[in-house]
């Protein structure tokens, strides 16, 4: 044991004399006593800040907003501060789209955070990743701002239109991978997610079999690289800007000439919910 911790021990115990009166049992009684109580407390210290699964499920009726709404219908708010109640946060005005909004006009007026898109793809391509990938990463959470839960297959129900299925099926399973490690990737899982779900959370079993599935599929490198260049915190010191993918977007993306929102497809209506949240139906 180490000096200090021998120095602490005796203390509680009353100092070497007392120690010395005790029974071998007790002594080694008071060591087992020590020791659970030394790792009870290293857990809790590891612990710190970061929340229980049912700690979490506790703050449900004390906020005003269900965290699975998306960003685009409520004030910004941080999933790492999962205690705050920011009630008194505004929603800001809407920049006007166009006539027939293309996809960069909802990069640069709805979709929030875009710059996290921006950077993922940015990120992808400084990695030599293929287009295809960095597209998908330059829309991977698009479904963050309709809603937050299952948003990787709201996102890709979304751009299913508009984009090749290999595209499509990243967006939609890098949700399910993200709570998966693979070393061949040098994919963790995120200590932010301790934050988000508990420290003790385990996925469902739907993602679990998921993830099964995936992980044995011709695509799961796509979906897999779209987590590994996932950013969970921002990097202030870069900027990207959305104009650095154009080239790319017109190539790998099916823009409607009416506009998105206005072509008839199944998905119109989740792109007019973009352009205007506000409607009161």
Request: some cysteine; overall charge negative.
């Amino acid at each position: 044991m180490e000096t200090s911790l021998r120095e602490e021990l005796l203390a509680l115990l009353g100092g070497e004399d007392a120690v010395s009166r005790m029974s071998h049992e007790d002594r080694a009684d008071a060591l087992e006593h020590f020791q659970a109580e030394k790792l009870e407390a290293a857990i809790v210290a590891r612990k710190a800040g970061k929340p229980s699964v049912q700690e979490l499920a506790d703050l449900i009726d004390t906020r005003g907003y269900r965290r699975g709404i998306g960003n685009i219908f409520i004030h910004t708010r941080s999933n790492k501060r999962p205690y705050e109640d920011a009630t008194g946060l505004k929603v800001k005005r809407l920049a006007p789209m166009p006539k027939a909004p293309t996809l960069v006009d909802f990069l640069e007026k709805r979709i929030n955070p875009s710059q996290h898109l921006l950077q993922s793809a940015n990120l992808a391509r400084k990695q030599g990743a293929s287009e295809e990938v960095v597209l998908a990463c330059l829309l991977h959470d698009l479904g963050v701002s309709l809603i937050r839960a299952e948003h990787g297959y709201w996102g890709a129900q979304m751009i299913e239109p508009y984009v090749s299925e290999k595209v499509a099926f990243a967006v939609r399973y890098h949700q399910p991978l993200r709570f998966f490690p693979d070393p061949a990737y040098d994919y963790e899982y995120p200590k932010g997610y301790f934050l988000t779900f508990g420290v003790d959370y385990v996925p469902p079993p739907h993602v679990i079999d998921t993830y099964k599935k995936v992980r044995d599929h011709k695509w799961y490198e796509e979906a897999r690289l779209v987590t590994c260049n996932d950013l969970y915190s921002f990097d202030p010191e870069v900027v990207v800007t959305v104009d650095e993918f154009r080239d790319l977007i017109g190539k790998h993306f099916r823009q409607p000439k009416e506009g998105l929102g206005f072509d008839g497809s199944p998905v119109a209506h989740m792109w007019r919910t973009f352009i205007n949240p506000d409607a009161p139906l």
